[in-house]
């Protein structure tokens, strides 16, 4: 299999990453609620939301890179709090990684997650055990990229990294938090599921669910 995700591909993993947020979203926000802002879920919908909107223009782009640019460049601007940089950059990266291209295999596939993993580590300052989104990113890039390198054929992989994320997801919870605002709770953020790293689950699987079986994932 040498090309993965194609721009229908592509298109069709970020309308279901968006249906997933939105039926997700009052989950997210009750997490941010214990250790954050309480508008994650909101935030991050509404941010979907939007790129679905400039998705579906009669102008929008029609390659790989072009339309993680402006799907970054859209969370950037409509999402409040510190998911929309982030995920702007993660989005941004990976279009930078990808180019100008119709379809990416697996190897560049990867390539792509590792350029937006080392994005969002530099914007936010951050690396694993930190209680962020990270800590379901990298365990999530770390394990697609092993398990292509070992020869696990793609729809094994990806599976494993959507696993791997939602496992780093788990891990949040008896974790301090270091980083964002869950860090002002000390303590306090003991005990709590990271909704950016539940937020980042739902992006893997909803990749693994659309890149293995198609749009509905069935």
Same mark, same amino acid.
């Given at each position: ?18 249906? !997933?947020?939105?039926?997700?979203? +009052? ?16 935030? =991050? #919908?509404?941010?979907? @939301?939007?790129?679905? $909107? ?7 782009? !029609? %390659?790989?890179? *072009?339309?993680?640019? /402006?799907?970054?460049? $859209?969370?950037?601007? $409509? ?18 990684? +990808? &180019?100008?291209?119709?379809? =990416?295999? *697996? ?14 580590? +530099?914007?936010? @300052? ?10 379901? =990113?990298? *365990? ?8 292509? +390198?070992?020869?696990?054929?793609? !729809? ?6 959507? !696993? ?24 306090? %953020?003991?005990?709590? /599921?990271?909704? &950016?790293? $539940? %937020?980042? #689950? ?17």
């Amino acid at each position: 299999m040498s090309e993965i995700v194609d721009v229908s591909t592509l298109k069709s993993w970020l309308i279901r990453f968006a249906g !997933d947020v939105e039926e997700h979203a +009052a989950e997210l926000t009750e997490l941010d609620s214990a250790i954050g802002d309480a508008d994650h879920g909101s935030n =991050l #919908a509404r941010g979907m @939301k939007a790129v679905i $909107t400039a998705l579906v223009d009669d102008e929008a782009p !029609d %390659s790989i890179g *072009p339309i993680l640019k /402006q799907s970054g460049m $859209t969370l950037v601007s $409509t999402v409040g709090g510190a998911s929309g940089p982030l995920y702007g950059t993660l989005f941004l990266r990976m279009a930078a990684s +990808a &180019g100008d291209c119709d379809a =990416l295999g *697996p190897q560049s596939l990867a390539q792509a997650f590792r350029a937006g993993l080392d994005g969002v580590a +530099a914007r936010g @300052k951050a690396t694993a055990g930190e209680k962020t989104l990270l800590d379901a =990113l990298i *365990p999530a890039v770390d394990t697609l990229e092993s398990a292509l +390198a070992e020869g696990t054929p793609f !729809d094994d992989a990806i599976r494993a990294a959507a !696993d791997a994320a939602e496992a780093g997801r788990d891990a949040t919870i008896p974790m301090l938090a270091t980083k964002g605002r869950a860090s002002y709770l000390g303590e306090r %953020s003991v005990g709590h /599921q990271d909704p &950016g790293a $539940t %937020s980042l #689950a739902l992006l893997f699987r909803a990749a693994a669910n659309t890149m293995i079986d198609g749009e509905d994932g069935k």
